[in-house]
């Protein structure tokens, strides 16, 4: 389970890569000057913004699975509400208090719980596939 547990978390931290590089690549399409500049720019601001994330996993995400857990309620929906709620107070408190810069790390500490989520599943269909 513990191991399970650090490759779900590791792989939610792939976060800040996939926003930034998804922004980055809509911006530098979008918007006149230097693409590559503009692409690496919002690439380093994002991983830069890493530490919400990293935040949101370890205060919220993976405590509130855990208790999920114990009692036998895991519900996916409750996990990425914890994601959203961890990534705006974390966001909010540390970084921007409003503005775009807000709603992308909410997005980005959302995705990250996603992704735990997407890892936990794919361990649990490794372990119970016939071999």
Request: charged share 5%; proline share 3%.
């Amino acid at each position: 389970m513990k191991h399970r547990l650090a490759k779900s978390v590791g792989l939610s931290l792939l976060s800040p890569v996939i926003i930034g590089t998804v922004l980055g690549i809509y911006y530098a399409l979008t918007l006149s000057g230097e693409p590559m500049t503009t692409f690496f720019n919002l690439l380093m601001s994002a991983i830069a913004n890493a530490h919400i994330v990293g935040l949101t996993m370890a205060a919220f995400v993976v405590p509130g699975y855990l208790l999920m857990y114990k009692y036998a309620k895991v519900n996916y929906s409750g996990v990425l509400t914890l994601g959203l709620l961890g990534g705006a107070i974390f966001s909010y408190l540390l970084s921007a208090t409003g503005g775009m810069v807000f709603l992308i790390n909410t997005a980005m500490s959302a995705l990250a719980a996603g992704l735990f989520l997407y890892g936990l599943r794919q361990g649990a269909v490794k372990q119970q596939s016939p071999q």
